[in-house]
């Protein structure tokens, strides 16, 4: 009976993927940027009028500040099992297309280059939203219907750290409230193997500022007077040493050491560093060789300190001898189960008034725990095998994922199992120039999230 109805889901969904590809490039043209707080109402209005025409509930959820929180409701069809309730978790914001010299495509026109969809977006996490309410419009036109209730939460500032979702959740979780959650990202590996992630990281994001004089000087003063550039590389240096490991005093206080299953799921996870290396470019061997770790254990299980940006005096063609005024950086911490991101911005601001950089200004930005689903759940092992049928490949899951985003706040506040899977690839370049998702994972994603909720009802 499974294969009868995965093949006529295969079917409907085929006969339907043209529409789903139109309504995938219609949202993709809208450019819900939230860091540059553009294109949002006109998203809103988008979804609202996707989930309607598919004969959805929909709330605009705007009362607590930040951009809107979008409920959507499907009611499980008359054969379907009314008493479970699958929750999606989405985002409508896209992140900044620049820098635009780098695309080969227009970044918010939808682009089909051999079977390959090129936009921003697409892939984190508009194609993802397509594919589940595709999904939903293929169970609609089958016999029996929806066999569950659906439910969705479509946020608009997942790009920037999620800021105002925690509130939205805490008034509201009764009417989120699920028996499991589906995440919004995933996809295939360089084997073309499906990845997915019952877990996230958290993150500190901070700002570090130094300042040095009123202006920017001529470098010939360097001779006695300090560099604010020089300061706050010094300062970045003392928090992390040669061998690439954190120093900061507190830092790794309360993380919770994976138990021996995940371990061995870790251990166990494909991983090929030559492939990688290739893939990315690197130019240096992989820092976790000079500490013999196994690469899979630090993604999933170390947190880490990293520079994602530094800015100072001239950094323009030519030359031009300035001792710079001003010096500031980007620092990214992923943190795992047990750390505090607030804890790790006051270690971070007690390490720098230690080691005499009291000038340096430390400012939060964005700050979220890490999470992992429990492995033993049998939605775990749902996920999995729906996706093995519907793909007829290999499957890997991972505990967490090495990225971030506000699981953390749905596993504890609304009790449920999350995992994390969509229709990405290895090369979607999510948040890069020329994002992309591949045609046929896009119509597989579909088949798989239309296969899983009837399974799942």
């Known amino acids: 009976m499974s294969e009868v109805f995965l093949q006529d ?8 993927l043209s529409e789903s590809v139109e309504k995938l490039s219609k949202y993709i043209s809208t450019p819900s940027i939230s860091a540059q707080n553009k294109g ?36 499980a069809g008359k054969n379907g099992n009314s008493n479970k309730t699958l929750l999606f978790y989405n985002h409508y914001d896209v992140q900044p297309p620049e820098p635009l010299e780098e695309w080969k495509t227009e970044p918010f026109s939808l682009t089909n280059v051999d079977g390959t ?29 929806l066999p569950c209730n659906i439910k969705f939460l479509i946020e608009g500032e997942e790009e920037i750290g999620s800021p105002n979702l925690t509130p939205y959740l805490a008034k509201y979780t009764d009417l989120f409230q699920a028996n499991a959650c589906i995440w919004e990202f995933g996809g295939k590996d360089e084997q073309d193997r499906v990845s997915m992630v019952a877990g996230i990281k958290g993150m500190a994001y901070m700002d570090l500022i130094c300042e040095g004089a009123d202006f920017d000087l001529h470098s010939s003063v360097g001779a006695y ?31 919770i050491p994976p138990t021996e299953k995940e371990l061995e799921i870790v251990r166990n996870l494909p991983f090929n560093e030559e492939a990688l290396e290739k893939l990315y470019g690197l130019k240096r061997p992989l820092i976790t060789k000079n500490k013999n770790q196994d690469p899979r254990e630090a993604m999933v299980f170390d947190p880490t300190m990293t520079i994602c940006g530094l800015e100072s005096g001239y950094y323009g063609e030519g030359s031009k001898t300035v001792l710079p005024k001003k010096a500031m950086a980007k620092l990214d911490c992923r943190l795992v189960p047990g750390q505090d991101p607030n804890h790790i911005v006051e270690c971070v601001r007690r390490h720098l008034d230690k080691h ?49 985003g506000p699981m953390y706040e749905f596993g504890n506040r609304l009790a449920v199992p999350v995992v994390s899977t969509g229709v990405g690839w290895v090369n979607s370049k999510a948040h890069s120039p020329n994002e992309s998702i591949r045609l046929t994972d896009f119509e ?10 009837k399974k799942f009802g």
């Open 117 to 145: 969809l090129f936009a921003r977006g697409v892939a984190d996490n508009k194609g993802d939203l397509i594919a589940r309410l595709s999904a939903i419009k293929a169970l609609q036109e089958l016999e029996d219907g």
């Open 40 to 75: 949002i109402p006109e998203a809103v209005n988008q979804v609202v009028k996707f989930i309607e025409e598919l004969n959805g509930e929909v709330k605009i959820l705007d009362d607590l500040g930040g951009n809107p929180v979008i409920y959507g409701f499907f009611a």
């Open 225 to 255: 007077v300090d560099n604010a550039a020089w300061r706050l590389v010094h300062a970045l240096a003392s928090m992390r040493n040669e061998n690439n490991e954190i120093i900061v005093e507190g830092f790794h206080d309360g993380i």
């Open 356 to 404: 005499g950089f009291t000038d340096v200004k430390v400012s939060s930005l964005n700050g979220q725990f890490a999470y992992r689903s429990d492995f033993d759940d049998p939605f775990v092992d749902l996920v999995v095998q729906t996706a093995k049928d519907t793909y007829e490949r290999e499957v890997v899951i991972a505990p967490n994922s090495a990225g971030t």
């Open 9 to 16: 889901l295969r079917t409907t969904v085929n006969k339907n």
């Open 444 to 453: 597989e994603g579909i088949v798989h999230m239309a296969y899983l909720m």
